[in-house]
T-cell receptor, first 116, second 112 residues
Framework: GAVVSQHPSWVICKSGTSVKIECRSL??????MFWYRQFPKQSLMLMATSNEGSKATYEQGVEKDKFLINHASLTLSTLTVTSAHPEDSSFYIC????????????FGPGTRLTVL | AQSVTQPDIHITVSEGASLELRCNYSYGATPYLFWYVQSPGQGLQLLLK??????LVQGIKGFEAEFKRSQSSFNLRKPSVHWSDAAEYFC??????????FGGGTRVLVKP
């Protein structure tokens, strides 16, 4: 149980295009999902907290107009990187907290984004 | 604000030897602490967690961790390392809003 998937697992795009990454909780409902960014050989940095049916809460320094987050259902959150540039290339990881649980979150396998 | 420090960036250990990874945290309230493992290009897998109770916590894959409030530490240990334990290990503390703050990670290399 408690499986989180991400799609795609990797994506290569041209500079200036937009890329959408999906995060799904497969066997549980998640009121809250989180989006992290991880640069090579570095730790995970929280980008935003996504709550189902409401606007995401972004961490300081994260551009909300660049990283659009939608959490339209209890099992799906999407991150759209708009007008991507090479500096947006990174490993993006989502996690999902089961509804009613405030102490645990389960992580997806990550999405490798490369912007040419 | 909460913070997590993993003092060791890299650790090399021989297969069969013991392993200890250090984690120090800073948090004003009772911490909820986690250890995760990440293989290259993969997401994070939870090894173990501490919320309350017994300060020695058993996890998966033969790992254990001990919470020491007086030292603000939550060190991870394994008595005998296997080659498959080579990975990146992250310590994390849960703050308000279920947010996790991660340490910088420790990369473990296992020598045959």
């Amino acid at each position: 149980g408690a499986v989180v998937s991400q799609h795609p697992s990797w994506v290569i795009c041209k500079s200036g295009t937009s890329v959408k990454i999906e995060c799904r909780s497969l066997d549980f409902q998640a009121t809250t999902m989180f989006w992290y960014r991880q640069f090579p050989k570095q730790s995970l940095m929280l980008m935003a907290t996504s709550n189902e049916g409401s606007k995401a809460t972004y961490e300081q320094g994260v551009e909300k107009d660049k990283f659009l987050i939608n959490h339209a259902s209890l099992t799906l959150s999407t991150l759209t990187v708009t007008s991507a540039h090479p500096e947006d290339s990174s490993f993006y990881i989502c996690s999902a907290a089961p509804s009613g649980s405030y102490n645990e979150q389960f992580f997806g396998p990550g999405t490798r984004l490369t912007v040419l | 604000a909460q913070s997590v420090t993993q003092p060791d960036i890299h650790i090399t250990v021989s297969e069969g030897a013991s392993l200890e990874l250090r984690c120090n945290y800073s948090y004003g309230a009772t911490p909820y602490l986690f250890w995760y493992v990440q293989s290259p290009g993969q997401g994070l897998q939870l090894l173990l967690k501490y919320f309350s109770g017994d300060t020695l916590v058993q996890g998966i894959k033969g790992f254990e961790a001990e919470f020491k409030r007086s030292q603000s530490s939550f060190n991870l240990r394994k008595p005998s390392v296997h080659w498959s334990d080579a990975a990146e290990y992250f310590c994390a503390v849960k703050a308000a809003g279920n947010k996790l703050t991660f340490g910088g990670g420790t990369r473990v290399l296992v020598k045959p």
